[in-house]
């Protein structure tokens, strides 16, 4: 058996480096053919005219371009309609090189998922996978090759908009979520129809913009970038992603976009990437505002020696590449490089053999937004939804109540579920596509139950001629329900905040409905983590609902109800005010940390405020109670070659079904490097019935002890850990030490 498993497995990579021999001959043949100014046309890549997801450039020549060779690839065209009118117009030129259709498909297609930091609080790496695989099904049937995903910048600045767009703070949930994702939308492999290729952005470093500030510059030690920001972008190549796109912003001075350290030395050099590099929208072009490039010309210069393979939007590699070949400032090869890597993946994924392979509109028609993908959706909603606060068992909520007031501007709002980066849905019925939260509500309560409504405000501005009429409303009923948060447009890109409370008067509104001492359910949506310290110190049930997407009503129903136990954790710190950012939960250990909450003078420390934030990093509340006992390591003294197998029992004491995220955390108590006062190694979601009890094991090797030193080696040094089990980052349950002799 043994034997014919190995000779399968021989049999298996012989065929796959026939088969890798085979595109690259056919990609060497096809270059051979090819003049200048198509090996240059395959590395330009034009948006489509119907919309815009950056500074449009008007060009009113493109279709004469795809018809000429001059443009490898679009973006923002969908539907096989149109995919499939500009594909032939591609096979209209004279070599017939197909065009490749990228688009930003980041949290599902036409049936939209939870947003990537919704999702990464279920912390359910396969919910995240399938939610990824729905949203390649779905893209695929419409004519797409190519996502724009998985976004794995570390945010640790909520002002940051698109924190909305990651996997929040932590550098390991952050690679466990990026490996999810790639695979999710690559699917067994490139080329099988229902797969499209990943790309994995922004090299690097983006999520860390000065002053959460898009687009801004990044200032950082080649140690933090090592250890903090590229994990995740080595994780999502681990998994096979085909795809990069570098980033806006400089790092140390140099725009990621020419940056030859990062996209030559490290992803393409030490990494090996295979596959090709995509510049973000325009962001050749603006090497030149960044003052790093005198010119378009330089520009283009500086990218292609920097390995920007694909030019997004700039024009600089159309109008000045031939030249600056001509001029011998670029060899050809630095050219035919980025070619050839762009033409293997249109190789592989078949487009050669059929260039409308994805244009099948019988399979569009089956697969967008079906009944299947739906529920898929509201599996994904569900458990991506935290339960902040729950004083005196407010939720769940009874079927029986006899009136229930639904109050806020996001009850009736139907985009505002979709958030940032949802894919276009036309304006007309937006409920053939969106549950609203109204709808959601209505679908789940009994005949005998009567559901009030009252907008109360909107989501900004100071009017607040609304609360008269949502203070009536409340006190018609035994409960209200509050949805209250961000419009769709407020977190993103370009989305940046400088002030994150509750915006508008919508506070206000929640301190008017608890006056009329009435139990209130707040629900919070949301692209980020908010400020609403009032709120989360009053209103006795908070849920964050951030913005989930089509299933977001009849998903927030089953929270509501207690059809579903939420067991979502936060996957970023909530500060309490704007002034502690950037917070994140694995800080280095100052040589001043305060004893308690409350010391001052001389140590590390505000006068005015708290170290500790709202709501921790790994933080979120069940139905039902969970007892962490029992922790045993199987020794507390390893070798570098040894492991450590830890257990511990893990109880459900409370009255319902429920999960719990059990986080394992250490702190490696000195280094030759300063080290995080602790960091998150591992975790397991743990499904337990009431009064269930189960042993958890975890297994910690070098690897989970390892860190860069000062010389950037990966290294464990000898000496002290401390292992910690917990409910958060802030909510240690069980504690041990242990020691590394060699
Ligand atoms: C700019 C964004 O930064 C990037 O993430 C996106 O994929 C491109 N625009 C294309 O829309």
């Known amino acids: 058996m043994k034997k014919i498993t190995t000779m399968t497995l021989l049999m298996v990579s012989f065929f796959a480096m026939a088969q890798q021999e085979t595109i690259d001959q056919k990609v060497n043949s096809l270059l051979k053919r090819m003049t200048i100014e198509e090996k240059i046309g395959q590395l330009n890549q034009y948006t489509g005219d119907n919309s815009a997801t950056g500074p449009i450039n008007i060009n009113p020549n493109k279709q004469a371009e795809i018809k000429a060779g001059l443009i490898g690839s679009m973006l923002n065209i969908i539907g096989t309609k149109y995919t499939r009118q500009y594909q032939e117009l591609a096979m209209q030129s004279r070599l017939k090189i197909p065009l ?26 396969e919910a995240i996978e399938l939610s990824a695989r729905v949203a390649a099904i779905e893209a695929s049937a419409s004519g797409i090759h190519w996502t724009f995903a998985p976004m794995v910048d570390i945010g640790r600045d909520p002002r940051w908009g698109r924190v909305m767009e990651g996997a929040g703070e932590d550098t390991y949930l952050g690679t466990k979520i990026a490996h999810a994702r790639v695979k999710g939308f690559q699917g067994n492999k490139l080329g099988d129809l229902n797969s499209v290729m990943a790309c994995v952005k922004h090299f690097a470093a983006y999520g860390a913009a000065i002053g959460g500030r898009d687009y801004n510059s990044v200032d950082m030690s080649e140690r933090m970038l090592w250890e903090t920001y590229l994990p995740p972008f080595k994780a999502a190549l681990d998994a096979g992603a085909a795809t990069f796109m570098n980033s806006f912003n400089d790092v140390n001075g140099i725009p990621a976009t020419g940056n030859k350290h990062l996209q030559r030395d490290i992803l393409k050099g030490k990494w090996n990437f295979q596959g090709f590099v995509v510049s973000d929208w325009g962001s050749i072009g603006e090497m030149v505002a960044h003052g790093y490039s005198k010119d378009l010309k330089s520009a283009a210069f500086s990218a292609i020696t920097a390995g920007s393979d694909m030019d997004m939007e700039s024009n600089a590699y159309r109008y000045n590449l031939a030249e600056l070949v001509k001029e011998g400032k670029i060899a050809i090869d630095l050219i035919d490089d980025a070619v050839k890597r762009i033409l293997r993946k249109k190789f592989e994924l078949g487009l050669f053999d059929d260039p409308y392979r994805y244009s099948d509109t019988k399979r569009e028609e089956k697969e967008l937004n079906n009944p299947e993908n739906r529920k898929t959706a509201l599996e994904v909603a569900k458990k991506s939804i935290v339960l902040l606060k729950n004083e005196n068992e407010t939720l769940p909520l ?296 189960k042993t958890i094991a975890f297994t910690i090797d070098k690897e989970k002890l390892s860190f860069y030193n000062n010389k950037l080696e990966w290294i464990a040094e000898p000496g002290d850990f401390e292992l910690m089990i917990g409910a958060s980052s802030a909510d240690i349950k069980l504690k041990a030490d242990f020691e590394l002799v060699d």
């Open 100 to 125: 490749l259709f990228g688009q930003d498909v980041i949290h599902g297609y036409k049936t939209t998922f939870p947003i990537p930091l919704a999702e990464a609080a279920s912390w359910d790496l």
């Open 398 to 693: 009874s079927k029986n109540l006899k009136t229930i007031a639904f109050i806020g501007p996001m009850v009736k709002e139907y985009k505002a579920n979709m958030g940032f980066w949802a894919v276009d849905l036309p304006e007309v019925n937006y409920d053939k596509w969106i549950v609203s939260q109204w709808d959601g509500l209505q679908n789940k309560v009994g005949k005998n139950t009567k559901l009030l409504y009252a907008k109360g405000c909107e989501v900004d501005g100071d009017n607040k001629d609304g609360f008269a009429e949502a203070l009536t409303t409340a006190k018609q009923a035994d409960v209200v329900i509050l949805s209250i948060g961000e419009r769709h447009d407020m977190s993103g890109e370009a989305k940046s905040r400088s002030d994150i409370h509750l915006p508008g008067v919508q506070e206000d509104l929640v301190k008017a409905i608890m006056a009329t001492g009435k139990p209130v359910v707040v629900l919070i949506n949301s692209g980020r983590p908010l400020v609403f310290n009032w709120t989360a110190d009053n209103a006795p049930a908070i849920l964050y609902t951030w913005w989930l997407g089509t299933e977001a009503g009849n998903a927030i129903a089953d929270v509501l109800f207690g059809d579903y136990n939420p067991s979502g954790k936060l996957p970023m710190t909530f500060p309490r005010e704007v002034g502690q950012i950037p917070i994140y939960y694995n800080h280095f250990s100052t040589g001043r940390p305060p004893a308690d909450e409350n010391a001052k003078g001389y140590v590390s420390s505000y006068i005015d405020l708290k170290n500790s934030p709202k709501f921790p990093f790994g933080y979120g509340l069940s139905y039902t109670k969970f007892d962490y006992s029992g922790l045993k390591l199987s020794s507390t003294k390893i070798k570098s070659n040894e492991n450590i197998k830890v257990s511990f029992q893990l109880s459900n004491i409370g009255k319902v079904t429920g999960e719990e995220v059990v986080q394992l955390y250490l702190q490696d108590k000195f280094g030759s490097v300063v080290r995080p006062v602790l960091e998150l190694k591992d975790f397991q979601k743990v499904k337990l019935d009431a009064g269930e009890s």
